[in-house]
């Protein structure tokens, strides 16, 4: 087991893309141990790389009880829409209704570089488009409308763990309900 510190908003690393993973070599399994491990035990739906301060194109996804992984992941979005509340464990104690497409087809590859297709509705489909933002750099707050995401700003910004000197402690003081991501 190793649970790493999530990186909180405000954190640079959560605001650069990514870079495409070339090497699937021991130190990426050992990523994606840590990023599932983190995601367990906080619990999170998903854990991007970036969130425990990595800038590889890696996430972890636990949903209905599956856990999984995807490296270099392109999505492919249905045009049909969901509308839904979401949380992130980059950013604590704040969840807002995120419109996002409500199926995705995902290509990737697993930690051993083997091509990956991953399918998903619902919760599936709202983590893979939260986690892969993730990768380039983009929060869900980013993704509000612009009344919702100011509310959102002003409780990011009068959240205790805010403007505190990263890396924070890994545990949320407040429950995401299983929505972080
Ligand atoms: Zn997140």
């Not at 996804?61 to 045009?79: E, I, R």
């Not at 051993?112 to 869900?140: C, K, M, N, S, W």
Request: glycine share 8%; hydrophobic share 45%; aromatic share 4%.
């Amino acid at each position: 087991m190793a649970i790493k510190d999530i990186r909180l908003f405000g954190d640079p690393v959560l605001r650069t893309p990514a870079a495409e993973v070339v090497d699937f070599d021991k130190e990426l399994r050992v990523l994606v141990k840590d990023l599932e491990d983190t995601m367990l035990d906080a619990p999170g739906a998903g854990l991007a790389a970036p969130q425990l301060g990595v800038g590889l194109r890696v996430f972890t996804y636990c949903v209905d009880d599956v856990v999984g992984h995807l490296v270099n992941p392109v999505l492919d979005l249905s045009d049909e829409q969901q509308e839904g509340p979401e949380g992130c464990l980059s950013v604590p104690g704040v969840t807002a209704d995120t419109k996002r497409a409500l199926s995705v087809v995902a290509k990737g590859q697993n930690m051993y570089g083997e091509p990956v297709l991953l399918e998903g509705t619902q919760l599936l489909a709202r983590a893979v488009q939260h986690e892969t933002d993730h990768l380039d750099g983009i929060l869900f707050v980013d993704r509000l409308d612009p009344e919702a995401r100011k509310a959102a700003m002003r409780a990011i910004r009068e959240a205790e763990w805010f403007g505190e000197p990263p890396p924070l402690v890994k545990v949320s003081p407040h429950a995401t309900f299983g929505l972080g991501m």
